[in-house]
């Protein structure tokens, strides 16, 4: 391996800013750095680890795996890649019964998803809402809800038309659920009318947008964008990168929502403990189209496919999701408590394990550089999380792996509680913060 590299030469060649930390070990919730400092990861790695760092069941899988058959290419089937397509068939909803398995992350899966809804439905457009996380390839960046994240390149796609999401909390048309007759529905007729090329394909959503701010939609949102996209023979596409295997309580925000997409794409949490793999699910009629029209090399690798198979197998286990019910109620419980002296915590929200926190300033606007004083000061308490829109948000996500137990609840919720002590404390201003 040769002599390790000191973070001034790391900095010399990477392209980008690095992190300070190198992490050298993870088990469960919590990672280390090379200083030997210990973290709670409540973000998953990268929303990815579902299962917690290396899962035992998960690596003995992968190393079984590495035993027999590295890498097979997609001209071939192998067990574990069979068996994945079959089982994400078997828990997802009814009426998807097809499954593409080769993308291996998540912006290609979103656009494999739009592929087959424009080849399907010989039409272009694509509806997102605002701020919708979509991918990171320059197709992609195109679709993505927010101009911060097109802004620096001159993208030529033909990006998405763009409506406003869901967000009750800061609602778009000034409204309040129990009055606004899903007025965020009901407006996408005009966006069609007047916005689109008249030829719109599909909406790609995230059932609860994550890098967004973890806006959950009110009841009966996804029924009337069902109806609405049954009406004009648009295709429903759930991207449930963040949101499937068990992150809100249910199998996948589908079924929290109690409505079924007419497809749906899966990535990050797929393998457990951070292999690549992802995959789109669709209807019958969408079945097939010529495999030669979007896929990637390590696309359904076969090593991931092991860890997915086994992952799978764990999340169905009875008391799996029971678990994340119930852990999560106790971080919303004991985060709704600290917001009683501590109204800097002006929304929290989400269902299961999938948590926002969204911070707001005393006259109720948005506190983005409080967002981050407090992501630093949990940071400096071991405590993992990230800030909603790339770090610019004023939303802290809160995102444990699954596998969390009712202590390790607390002790996160305990370190929220001291961060936001310390914060009132040594910077009396901080929730003021623009
Ligand atoms: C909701 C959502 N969709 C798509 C993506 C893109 O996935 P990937 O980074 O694997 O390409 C992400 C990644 O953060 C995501 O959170």
């Excluded at 994240?149 to 609602?171: L, Q």
């Excluded at 001291?418 to 623009?434: G, Q």
Aim: charged residues 20%; glycine residues 10%; hydrophobic residues 40%.
């Amino acid at each position: 391996m040769g002599e390790p590299v000191s973070a001034t030469q790391a900095a010399q060649v990477a392209q980008y800013q690095l992190g300070d930390a190198v992490l050298v070990r993870g088990e469960g919730i919590r990672s280390w750095d090379d200083t030997g400092r210990e973290y709670l990861d409540c973000v998953s790695g990268t929303f990815n680890l579902l299962l917690g760092h290396n899962h035992p069941e998960v690596m003995a899988a992968v190393r079984a795996q590495t035993e027999e058959l590295t890498f097979a290419s997609s001209s071939f089937r192998t067990g574990p890649t069979d068996r994945v397509m079959r089982d994400l068939v078997e828990m997802s909803p009814a009426n998807l019964t097809r499954v593409n398995l080769r993308s291996s992350g998540g912006s290609t899966a979103n656009e494999g998803a739009i592929k087959i809804a424009q080849h399907h439905t010989g039409r272009r457009d694509v509806i997102v809402p605002f701020r919708g996380h979509v991918g990171q390839t320059i197709a992609a960046t195109a679709f993505n809800g927010s101009a911060r994240m097109r802004e620096p390149f001159p993208v030529h796609g033909a990006g998405a038309v763009h409506v406003p999401d869901a967000y009750c909390f800061r609602c778009f048309y000034r409204q309040t659920p129990d009055t606004c007759g899903m007025l965020c529905v009901e407006r996408i007729e005009d966006f069609i009318t007047y916005a689109s090329s008249g030829r719109v394909a599909c909406v790609l959503i995230e059932p609860i947008s994550g890098m967004g701010g973890n806006i959950v939609p009110p009841a009966g949102y996804f029924e009337a964008l069902r109806a609405l996209c049954d009406e004009h023979g648009i295709v429903l596409i759930f991207d449930e990168i963040q949101t499937a295997f068990g992150r809100t309580g249910e199998m996948f925000a589908a079924d929290y929502f109690g409505v079924r997409p007419h497809m749906m794409t899966v990535a990050k949490g797929l393998t457990g403990s951070g292999l690549p793999l992802a995959a789109i699910l669709t209807e019958e009629r969408m079945a097939g189209w010529d495999r030669s029209l979007h896929g990637f090399t390590h696309g359904g690798h076969t090593l991931a496919a092991a860890a997915a198979v086994k992952t799978l197998e764990i999340i169905r286990r009875p008391g799996f999701l029971e678990n994340v019910r119930a852990v999560g109620a106790i971080l919303v419980e004991r985060l709704t408590a600290l917001r009683a002296e501590h109204p800097v915590l002006g929304d929290i929200r989400g269902p299961g394990l999938m948590l926002g926190v969204e911070l707001v300033r005393p006259d109720g606007a948005k506190a983005p550089q409080a967002a981050a004083a407090f992501q630093r000061a949990l940071h400096a308490r071991g405590v993992l999380t990230r800030v909603s829109e790339h770090g610019l948000g004023n939303v802290i996500e809160l995102r444990p792996p699954l596998i969390l137990t009712p202590p390790e609840a607390h002790v996160i919720a305990d370190r929220f509680g001291d961060a936001l002590e310390f914060l009132r404390r040594d910077s009396p201003r901080w929730d003021a913060a623009p």
